[in-house]
């Protein structure tokens, strides 16, 4: 992995106490080869560089769902910087090759050598995110880990395949960690994702070219029925014209459907007094009908059902709700550190 970095450092202008003027750090790295957006709240940009006596104890991590840009979760992580009162970074990391990078930076990295075989894959992201933590974090640095959607599903992977993580707590939102396909929402797109994703390769193709201003209005006309639409997922999803981007998204959801199948028991059972699950009450991806049978499974587990409304893509109108839910479960684990 190359540790070039574009824009790192460039902060937008704060004036501390108000959670909209908390700076944000944005950084694009290629991370096992691939474009890799990183978002990053609080004074600590590079935790391999700080001072151990200023070095924080503790670091949240958002691991995204699908689409899995970073610019989604800006209202998220800056509300949760806020919750934590700035005592602790608040990070979120793309997945690979689903943010469009800036100007002079590829998707790929410019490179005889393959770090990963399929890195845009399933499989490929969560070695892309375990990649991530053993370059950009210490190894004794304890985690919170926050998972959304499929991202859930990388969280739980990443614990089984790297139990030397410092990991305090996973916590688990609107998880789709089994059946996908099955799922209401899966056996609509099944077919799609699998088999006629390229048939919409062109017609963004098409788009991509459209000018700015009417990209912006397509993407307000499709949230229309949001009340209060976050505007930094208005901003984000004009990463959504452009064909490679929306190539690896399609790509990743595709490979979901197929090996999201068998919720992983075990590693839940090895990991239940770390994890806090969140399910959503009407979610057409992971519905009612799986929270109630994990519930059984694990009576003794965290296991929440949601009883705010919130959506499944939380990140489009509820970032401040989830954050403010978050920071109160996660106290009890901070005043042990």
């Known amino acids: ?27 694009f790295i290629y991370c096992c080869g691939a474009a890799t957006q990183v978002l990053k709240c609080g004074p600590w940009k590079d935790l ?8 924080p104890g503790l670091l949240f991590l958002i691991i995204p ?16 910087y ?20 800036p100007s002079g930076m590829g998707m790929t990295e410019d490179t005889d050598i393959k770090e990963l075989e399929d890195v845009f894959g399933l499989h490929g992201q969560i070695e892309h995110k375990l990649d991530f933590l053993r370059k950009n974090v210490p190894k004794d640095m304890k985690l919170v880990l926050i998972g959304h959607s499929i991202g859930c599903y ?13 990991v305090l707590c996973s916590v688990l939102l609107f998880p789709t960690i089994e059946r996908m396909a099955q799922s209401p929402q899966g056996k609509l797109l099944t077919p799609v994702l699998c ?3 390229y048939i919409l390769y062109m017609p963004v193709y098409l788009l991509s070219f459209l000018p700015e201003r009417v990209k912006t209005s397509m993407v307000r006309f499709v949230l229309r029925g949001l009340k209060c639409p976050d505007e930094a997922s208005i901003v984000t999803s004009l990463n959504l014209f452009s064909v490679d981007c929306v190539a690896n998204v399609l790509y ?23 994890l806090i699950f969140y399910y959503g009450v009407a979610d057409n991806w992971c519905p009612q009908q799986y929270f109630e049978e994990i519930k059984m499974d694990f009576p003794d587990g965290d296991i929440r059902l949601c009883e705010k409304g919130i959506r499944h893509a939380f990140v489009l109108d509820a970032s401040r709700e989830m954050a403010a839910m ?9 005043t042990r550190l």
């Not at 769902?65 to 509300?79: Q, S």
């Not at 806020?82 to 990078?101: D, F, T």
């Open 82 to 101: 806020h919750g934590l009162n700035g005592q602790y970074p608040v990070w979120v990391v793309s997945h690979a090759g689903h943010c469009k990078p």
């Open 1 to 27: 992995m190359t540790a070039d970095m574009l824009g790192a450092g460039a902060a937008e202008s704060t004036r501390p106490g108000s959670e909209e003027q908390i700076p944000l750090y944005e950084e």
């Open 154 to 166: 990388i969280t739980l992977e990443m614990m089984k395949r790297a139990s030397e993580l410092q």
């Open 65 to 80: 769902g699908n689409p899995g840009l970073a610019g989604y979760y800006r209202t998220f992580i800056r509300a949760l």
């Open 326 to 334: 978050i920071t109160d479960w996660v106290q009890d684990i901070l």
């Open 48 to 55: 391999l560089e700080t001072e151990s006596k200023t070095l």
């Open 252 to 274: 990743m959801a595709s490979q979901e459907m197929m090996k999201v199948v068998e919720r992983d028991s075990t590693t839940i059972k090895q990991n239940l007094k770390k």
């Open 195 to 197: 088999k006629l994703r």
